[in-house]
């Protein structure tokens, strides 16, 4: 199954049927996110434009996506969802909005959760290359300990994994061997 149709299996099939016909008219590599807002129209970001649908998004669609994004189970993701993501299957993150609860100066939950936004993730290769040459102790074949820092969409998890996959794979222009790469939140 390809990646924009595990996508699609977190919709309710109504919408998964209209979605499934525009994104076919892009290549997956162009869709960004998929925006979907209770009482609102779904819109769909792509790398030149924004496509929005006809179909009115429910409150009770919402419920429904949610039930899929949590397999049913929405209280074993209440630690994603206290974070105002989910991460799906393929990487890819889905932001939510609604009424936050603070407990002690901690957010315990959201509840009336009004909107979803899907942001695809995807593969970019060589998206690290400019980084790598700060954060490699080539000599010692290791890495310097480092943070990423950057507005939302500038593509740091993009960045991440392609840093990871030639970390843990190895780069041999640079003479560094691969070494085992842990990620931990």
Partial sequence: MNVKMDILNYFPEHISSELQYYINKKTYNELEEIRVRADKQIILSFNDKEVILTYKTSV???????????????????????????????????????????????????????????????????????????????????????LIISPPGAGKTTTLRDAIRQISNGIPELGFKGITVRISR
């Fill in 60 to 146: 009770q669609d919402i419920l429904e996506i949610m039930q899929y994004l949590c397999e049913n189970s929405i209280y074993s993701y209440q630690n994603q969802i206290c974070n105002g993501f989910i991460t799906i299957k393929g990487g890819h993150r889905v932001g939510l909005s609604g009424s936050v609860v603070v407990k002690d100066g901690n957010i315990i939950n959201i509840n009336y959760i009004s909107s979803l936004n899907f942001r695809v993730a995807k593969e970019v290769i060589g998206a690290s290359n400019e980084l790598l040459k700060y954060i490699l102790k080539v000599n010692e074949n290791t890495v310097y300990n480092t």
